[in-house]
């Protein structure tokens, strides 16, 4: 891979610079040729929060992404893309301040990769309420990178749609709604928006099949509905985007029941479960094991991925946090980009 990939530093008052850093440390070759995004001294503070009675690894800064390749191995290149914080934020706690280290960080990997100057964005865990506080008006990630994508091709928001991927080696999940609150999600589920989810699932994963996915479509209400006794929106939603998917030559199936289909799926039946809302399909993947779970968004015309986690501020500082989700998360970034 000729061009870097770029880390960003997720929220500094959380556990994305310690687990960053393990990656480095414990993962030197999967890590040649990235770089983190964000800011030195907090990735300085992340990396003796894991050195434990090592020295930490060393911290070296870099004036642009194509200095990645050259910094010697057991050293972090950092690129300080955010405007550096007089004092460092408090570990553990959500400020303002730390919110806005961490967007700055996400923005500018967004830019360089709708630019060309990266290969992949891999994004370690921000908060969503320190995002607020530094007055960005977006509840995640992706909605943010949706954002970015559309006014760098010129388009209105509704012109780039974009959906969520939680993958491990046992299951694929992608959801017709995401940060929204569950009212709001149940409006959601309209024949247009679960089709579009249809195309968009079936464009990504044929892309790293080789082959056309088989997709299971899970239902909304319990047993699926039961036939329109327990709610309509399969009836006149779901199973009419899967008809009209299958007619476009989507492998898709379903209404299914969403208290089985995972596990379907998870045996082998089906590539990939679209669930309806956030938590239908987030609690199998995660159940799981985060530990190997990763979050990709699907319709960007940039690679990004991501540890399935969050900041994890109970544990932030201590040294403790497990980089093996973020490990996953660069593994496929790679393979995405290649």
Known sequence: MTKPIAITMGDPAGIGPEIIAKLFAQQPALARGCF??????????????????????????????????????????????????AVLPAVGVVSAEAGRLAADAVLWAARAALRGEVAAVVTAPLHKEALSAAGLPYPGHTELLQAEAAAHAGVPLARMPVRMMLANDELRTVLVSIHVALRDALDSVTRENVLETLRITD?????????????????????????????REEIEAIAPAVQAARAGGIDAHGPFAPDTVFMRARRGEFDVVVAMYHDQGLIPVKYLGVEQGVNVTLGLPLVRTSPDHGTAFDIAGTGQADASSLEAALRMARKLAA
């Open 36 to 85: 983190v995004a964000g800011d030195v001294q907090c990735m300085r503070r992340g990396a003796a929060a894991v050195a434990g009675s090592q020295p930490p690894l060393a911290v070296a800064g870099i004036e642009s992404a194509a200095e990645a390749a050259a910094v010697p191995p057991r050293c972090i290149p950092v690129l300080q893309v955010a405007l550096g914080a």
């Open 203 to 231: 464009a990504a994963l044929a892309a790293t099949l080789g082959r056309r996915p088989r997709i299971a479509v899970a239902g909304l209400n319990p047993h699926a509905g039961e036939g329109g006794l327990f709610g």
